[in-house]
């Protein structure tokens, strides 16, 4: 799935990662629907500040291959051929 962002009035392509749907809780926190776990596998723009920081992470980079609350709205499908130009 990819893990968006919001660069000024724009939705940007942050990165890609894993969603838990059925999961609620991350790293032993109760988070609401608005909300939900993902696993970043990928990074685009690994400097840019997450959408729901914490007092442990505040930029992209810091949770590739880990878990974090990302926005529901900003968790969109992708197709292969976005991917691709990506690369």
């Known amino acids: 799935m990819g893990l968006f962002i919001v660069v000024g009035q ?7 990662g ?3 749907e059925n999961s609620s809780i991350i790293h032993n926190v109760h988070y609401a629907n608005d ?3 993902v696993n ?3 990074t685009y ?5 997450v959408p729901i ?3 442990e992470v505040r930029i ?3 949770v590739v291959g880990t878990f974090i609350a990302w926005p529901t709205h900003l968790v969109r499908k992708v ?5 691709f130009f990506l690369l």
């Open 18 to 20: 894993k969603v838990f």
């Open 45 to 49: 723009m690994p400097h840019t500040e």
């Open 53 to 55: 920081p914490t007092s």
């Open 10 to 16: 724009n939705i940007v392509l942050a990165g890609l």
């Open 35 to 37: 909300v939900v776990k």
């Open 79 to 83: 197709t292969n051929e976005v991917s």
């Open 60 to 62: 992209l980079e810091q």
């Open 40 to 42: 970043v596998v990928r």
